[in-house]
């Protein structure tokens, strides 16, 4: 293998989870709070969320005040607690296959740690990561701080040349940087031509597919 642990993030990358459960749960922000405007298409959020991201986009231009934003949290949290995303078709055997080879397995994600451990759980049941670092942390310790990158080198002795960051957004690639680790754009869970060369130029790999993936991990020489 060309590397011994790979730090996932969780959606978009792992599992489907924008389009059913992120979005909805925007749309339904949307009917209850601001029932006069215009919701935006997915496509759209896809684009919030990549630049000036989700947070800067309610906050800034859709201008929720803080009683909103908790409002927003609760509705969000509701839609997550009732649905399980579907994994990408591909990620649970890649990763069983790397774990049985010795590989590492991690999470870094900007979503709840508890609801990370449910969708794999009922999507890949074989699979444990061993480390996962979720919205839980206090901000300076999220991507796209080095933080989580650096607490699982430490905690497995891993090499940063051997340590591989798969993303679809810049926080993580950020964080793999910071962290003196390879990054990789998980291009598989939209086909947004802006986010896509942006993720080119800023990463090491761009992965329009998982069996992108595959190979980069099993096949290519580096």
Known sequence: MNFDCLIFDHDDTCVDSTASVHYPAHVEVMKQMRPNEPVISLHTWFEKNFHPGIMAFLTQELGLTKEEMDEEYRIWQEFNAEKNPPFYPGIPELMERFVQQGGIIAVVSHSVDSHI????????????????????????????????????????????????????????????????????????????????????EICDHYLPDIPSLERLIFEEQL
């Open 117 to 200: 451990r449910r969708h794999y759980a009922a999507g890949a049941p074989n699979i444990t990561p061993q480390f996962i670092f979720g919205w839980e942390h206090e901000e300076e310790k999220r991507k796209p701080s080095p933080y989580p990158v650096q607490q699982i080198l430490a905690a497995t002795g891993a090499s940063p040349h051997r340590t591989l960051v798969i993303d679809d957004l810049r926080p993580g690639i950020d964080m793999a940087r910071a962290a003196g680790v390879q990054a990789a754009a998980a291009g598989w869970g939209h086909s947004i031509p802006a986010i896509q060369n942006t993720m080119r």
